[in-house]
């Protein structure tokens, strides 16, 4: 972890108004942008599913692969079932 304090947090020693009311400003609009930033959030999920994987594949390989097999299963058959739904 990085010691750089986060983004939203609001530094506590601050005695001007003015200045305080801006830290806290700053820290609700960072928090805002992290929630807001669908396309980051969504990379960083995809990356911490991604080290998972390689994880259990690199200690259960064949638990990997079944996790392939069925992924792929469900994949086809929500296809094929979309594709069944849209022919109608």
């Keep these: 972890?990085?010691?750089?304090?986060?983004?939203?947090?609001v530094p506590s020693g601050i005695d001007d108004p003015v200045q305080l009311a801006r830290a806290e400003?700053?820290?609700?609009?960072?928090?805002?942008?992290i929630k807001a930033n669908y396309p980051k959030?969504?990379?960083e999920a995809v990356d911490r599913a991604v080290v998972k994987a390689r994880s259990v594949a690199d200690e259960k390989p064949a638990a990997a692969l079944t996790g392939i097999v069925v992924g792929a299963i469900a994949v086809g058959t929500a296809i094929w079932g979309l594709a069944r739904i849209i022919s109608r």
Aim: no cysteine; aromatic share 0%; proline share 10%.
């Design 41 to 43: 959030r969504i990379s």
């Design 25 to 33: 400003l700053k820290a609700a609009l960072a928090a805002i942008e």
């Design 1 to 9: 972890m990085s010691s750089e304090p986060s983004p939203t947090v």
